[in-house]
């Protein structure tokens, strides 16, 4: 009798299983070929990116190491929405419904991570594009302008993403201005340090004009010789061995001796 009524259930039952099966061997069929379609997206937006950006930042705009991610992540996802239906079938109404909230918020989660992903892309390119054309700014300017714009690039991306998704971003967006005030702060400290020394002979090359005259004699940090020259930054001797170059600041730094002039007879 028991054997009777487990045989009329499975017999009940064999519809449901057979079309959950259908229902997932169409789903595996479907999810790899839009999983090939993916990649091939991916390419075509290479090849137009590179088309776009020229020879500036090319390399940056690379986007076929991400395909793979990219064509599993739009695999599974596919998969997962004809596992939620083959469960619905089944009658597994609690599995189903969890499966369902998780379906609902995979688009969200999957637009919030392209975003991300998308501004790290795009955080590379700003970097190489400030690098190529703020070509009149000195290399160290230019390579701190460039990731600057990088960081900058990068964190909007995050703190976007991250709302997309749902993440809470105010304490994101307080970190983000921490780590850019600190990276500022930074910066401004070097060029300070950096001009510092250049301002100093700046202002000591000015008092150097006014105290003394081209062809006097000087005896200056160990150095004798007649003033040929005082340029914008530094005072050049000519010593009878050669020509010496010191600093402008040595006007305030070292004691200077102006030499008589040897009278005749």
Not at 5 to 29: D, F, M
Not at 70 to 91: D, K, M, N, P, R
Not at 163 to 181: N, Y
Request: no cysteine.
């Amino acid at each position: 009798m028991l054997l009777n009524e487990t045989y009329e259930r499975l017999l009940a039952l064999l519809p449901s299983l057979l079309a959950a099966l259908a229902l997932l061997v169409v789903g595996w069929v479907a999810a790899r070929l839009l999983r090939f379609a993916a990649r091939r997206t991916v390419g075509l937006l290479e090849a137009l990116a590179a088309r776009v950006a020229g020879g500036v930042g090319a390399e940056r705009l690379r986007l076929s190491r991400s395909s793979a991610l990219i064509g599993a992540l739009v695999f599974w996802v596919t998969l997962l929405v004809f596992v939620t239906a083959a469960t619905q079938v089944l009658g597994l109404t609690l599995f189903t419904a969890w499966l369902a909230r998780l379906v609902e918020y995979l688009p969200t989660l999957a637009a919030g991570l392209l975003i991300i992903v998308a501004g790290y892309v795009l955080a590379g390119f700003v970097a190489d594009l400030v690098h190529a054309t703020a070509t009149r700014l000195a290399r160290a300017q230019r390579d701190a302008l460039a990731r600057l714009a990088q960081g900058a690039t990068l964190v909007t991306a995050i703190l976007v993403g991250a709302d997309q998704i749902g993440v809470k971003v105010t304490w994101l967006a307080i970190l983000a201005g921490i780590v850019l005030a600190t990276l500022l702060g930074g910066i401004l400290i070097a060029v300070s340090l950096g001009a510092r020394g250049y301002v100093s002979n700046l202002i000591g090359a000015h008092y150097l004009r006014q105290a003394f005259r081209v062809g006097e004699r000087v005896r200056v940090a160990g150095f004798e010789g007649r003033i040929i020259e005082v340029t914008p930054t530094a005072l050049v001797l000519d010593t009878g061995e050669g020509r010496v170059s010191l600093p402008g600041r040595v006007y305030h730094d070292e004691p200077i001796l102006l030499l008589a002039e040897p009278r005749d007879g």
